[in-house]
């Protein structure tokens, strides 16, 4: 696996400050990811160093600082740069805002749009905020207790979501157009993944859910052309 991880697929940890390693410099810990998987001769690593932080919008004057002395988004700009270290063309982002002002989760979601850009990357987002997904996301596939609930573009997920869990979680989400209007929220507590129910994962809390609904798990059905949904209720036209 060593082979694929950090030079073709990498990681934007949640919470960089616990993701980094708080007794060494930033800048050493980038040069392990280029030593170790041999990205640039060792004579060069100091120059890499400095491009991918600046890359990033750091100053390569701070490379030799701990991540204590950045800012919760300079940690969270550097470990971009690690994760881009070695050229990945696959990056996964676990909710790479969480924790950040709002002014400095912008600066974060912009910085990774030009990126993804800039470099030709797929980014992978693991993310519970819409908002974030609405602006960035092409595809979306939507999970729940640990298995797809829906599968589509970006616009088909809002604006012709077939899952019961998908509208209700679109209509938990605030309305610009209409600020009066009452958030709807989801009955009952996500399932226990050890203790799963016998059917559909969702359907204690489904307010349409029917009696089949407990005992089998359904499989997913293609609505649309690219859009899938794993609901018994859900049939081919409804996208």
Request: hydrophobic fraction near 40%.
């Amino acid at each position: 696996m060593r082979a694929y991880r950090w030079c073709k697929i990498s990681m934007v940890f949640q919470g960089a400050m616990n993701a980094l390693n708080p007794v060494r410099s930033v800048g050493s810990q980038i040069r392990e990811a280029l030593l170790w998987h041999k990205t640039v001769p060792r004579k060069q690593t100091q120059t890499e160093i400095a491009r991918l932080l600046d890359l990033v919008g750091v100053l390569p004057s701070r490379a030799n600082q701990y991540p204590h002395q950045y800012s919760g988004g300079m940690r969270q700009r550097a470990m971009i740069a690690l994760a881009l270290a070695c050229r990945p063309r696959v990056v996964i982002t676990d909710e790479p805002t969480t924790a950040l002002d709002v002014m400095v989760q912008a600066q974060i979601l912009d910085l990774l749009q030009e990126l993804q850009v800039e470099l030709n990357l797929s980014v992978i987002m693991v993310t519970h905020d819409l908002g974030v997904v609405a602006e960035l996301c092409d595809d979306v596939l939507v999970m729940y207790g640990g298995r797809m609930a829906e599968h589509a573009d970006a616009d088909t997920i809002f604006n012709h979501a077939a899952h019961p869990y998908t509208r209700r979680l679109l209509h938990a989400f605030p309305d610009v157009d209409a600020p009066r209007a009452k958030l709807a929220s989801i009955p009952g507590f996500p399932p226990s993944l050890d203790n799963l129910p016998p059917g559909c994962r969702f359907e204690p809390r489904c307010e349409l859910a029917k009696s089949a609904c407990s005992r089998e798990i359904p499989v997913d059905v293609q609505v649309a052309p690219g859009h899938r949904a794993s609901c018994l209720l859900a049939r081919p036209g409804e996208g």
